[in-house]
């Protein structure tokens, strides 16, 4: 019921941009937090950013603060994740999540598929 689908990936030498978007069904959107997470090849996920709604509020790890964007569009169901002066460390699969920081970060099953970005030269 629950489809998250990623899309905006790919590759991109370091110091370039992405945009990154999910488009939500089958639950109501509009009163969930959503989150991004991204996950290297053999490492753990990693938080990445959230934002509750209506998206007044957003939350960033670290590691991406200053660099990305998290935003949304209830009327449309979307989420988006703009990345800026993107590092080769960047690269992993990104997936749109379902729920808090917390929440996704134990709960793959909140995740959608992913989409893949790849930052090198």
């Known amino acids: 019921e629950v489809q998250l689908v990623e899309a905006g990936g790919g590759m991109v030498q370091p110091g370039g941009s992405l945009r990154l978007s999910c488009v939500a069904s089958?639950?109501?959107?509009?009163?969930?937090?959503m989150s991004w997470v991204r996950q290297a090849s053999d490492k753990e996920p990693e938080w990445v950013a959230t934002?509750?709604?209506?998206?007044?509020?957003?939350y960033y790890s670290d590691s991406v603060k200053g660099r990305f964007t998290i935003s949304r569009d209830d009327p449309k169901a979307m989420l988006y994740l703009q990345m800026n002066n993107l590092k080769p460390e960047d690269t992993a699969r990104y997936y749109c999540?379902?729920?808090?920081?917390?929440?996704?970060?134990?709960?793959?099953?909140?995740w959608g598929r992913g989409t893949q970005v790849t930052v090198s030269s």
């Open positions: 089958g639950f109501r959107f509009y009163e969930d937090f």
């Open positions: 934002i509750p709604p209506p998206g007044t509020t957003t």
């Open positions: 999540a379902r729920g808090s920081r917390t929440q996704v970060l134990t709960t793959p099953s909140t």
